[in-house]
Nanobody, 126 residues
Framework: QLQLVESGGGLVQPGGSLRLSCAAS????????MCWFRQAPGKEREGVSC????????NYADSVKGRFTISRDNAKNTLYLQMNSLKPEDTAAYYC???????????????????WGQGTQVTVSS
């Protein structure tokens, strides 16, 4: 059974850093495009960043560009999101999602991704 489990969320002060992880089980990441999405209360789910199966192609939402870095370790079957210079507006539940690489390039459209983790909460507050 394909499963994604996020970890690494928590409470951090503005300007701080967190590293999120998404561990996959029941399948190998090698043939999957991976993304991070987030959703704040009362807001639509937002595509934060996506990465190609080999890690050579990435994209970011303008709101996180230059502060967040997506990466993957296919040998460890794990996706990461390094978040630096965090702002209160980054507060949200963060989800990892995946889809088979056969269905195209990594795009930040949530409806394109059939597999999701349960989410990890990130709260940026002083």
């Amino acid at each position: 059974q394909l499963q994604l489990v996020e970890s690494g969320g928590g409470l951090v002060q503005p300007g701080g850093s967190l590293r999120l992880s998404c561990a996959a089980s029941g399948f190998t990441l090698d043939n999957y495009v991976m993304c991070w999405f987030r959703q704040a209360p009362g807001k639509e789910r937002e595509g934060v960043s996506c990465i190609s199966k080999g890690g050579d192609t990435t994209n970011y939402a303008d709101s996180v560009k230059g502060r967040f870095t997506i990466s993957r370790d296919n040998a460890k079957n794990t996706l990461y999101l390094q978040m630096n210079s965090l702002k209160p507006e980054d507060t949200a539940a963060y989800y990892c999602a995946s889809r088979d690489v056969r269905y195209g390039a990594p795009v930040r459209t949530s409806s394109d991704y059939p597999y999701w983790g349960q989410g990890t909460q990130v709260t940026v507050s002083s």
